[in-house]
């Protein structure tokens, strides 16, 4: 699916355009709920979903899909279960972005460099994306890439285990401490926590056990110098602009969770229009 930064439809733009291909129409040229559902309602007609049959689709934390409750009803009336990544963490669990995204990346700056050769003087514009596209598109999508991107996140075939523990040292750097404080004291009434984490600074610091003289040591380069840690920041989020959280995005509990902000949302615009009125 191509979204065009036009207001009214304009076949030309997708004259030589990737067999199947389809394109939306809007202003800004950015994916929204409303055109997602489009590319949805096709992901529906090609899946073929089935009560006996689901399919199970993994998505990013974009607003246009975690943000959506036309979509989720859309979703689950047609047996389709919505999973939502982790945030900062599609580079290496979506198969898109793990394997095909690179290569089509690739392909398209090779054949926009072949068409600007072949055509001195003149520069790209929206008209020639789509038979851009095209070329690319047939060299990078293909069975070998999709199946490599599934394997490789580890989700089909299943692997718990694919990605080693040294990528994950990177995100201690980030770790901040859990202020659930409440649940501490619930957990430690009862008896699942034997003791209250001490706060002070003196026991944050990894300390070193007297070991015997040996020719060898056993200490990890973290305990002389251990990452650093950022500080407390204050994160400003606009409206619904932020990512979406790790969930099933088809589940009764997300949903209702979704109820509940339109119904708010319904509820500030009737306000604004009395007010006006």
Known sequence: MFVFPKQKENP????????????????????????FLVWFKKF?????????????LFIDGHNSHTKSLELVNLARANNVVLVCFSPHTTHWLQPLDASFMAPLSTFYEQETRK??????????????????CKAAFSRAATVQT???????????????????????????????????????????????????PSTS???????????????????????????????ERIIKRVNDKRRGKTAILTSSPYKAELVTIERERSGKKNKRKRALF
């Open 115 to 132: 068409w600007l050769i072949n055509h001195p003087g003149r520069c790209v514009t929206i008209y020639q994306v789509g038979k851009l």
């Open 201 to 231: 600074s003196s026991e944050t610091m990894p300390t070193i056990e007297p070991q015997p003289f040996s020719s060898t040591f056993n200490i990890s380069p973290a305990v002389v110098i251990p990452f650093p840690r950022e500080t």
């Open 44 to 56: 529906i007609e090609h899946s073929n979903p089935g009560p006996k049959k689901p399919v199970l």
């Open 146 to 196: 999709a199946v490599k991107g599934f394997e490789k996140t580890g989700i089909y075939p299943f692997n718990r285990d694919v990605f080693p523990k040294y990528l994950f040292t990177p995100s201690e750097t980030t770790e901040k401490p859990l202020d659930n404080t409440s649940e501490l004291k619930q957990a430690s009434f009862n008896g699942d926590v034997e003791h209250q």
């Open 12 to 35: 030309f733009l997708m004259d030589d355009a990737p067999p199947g291909s389809f394109a939306v129409y809007h202003e800004s040229g950015w994916i929204n709920k409303e055109t």
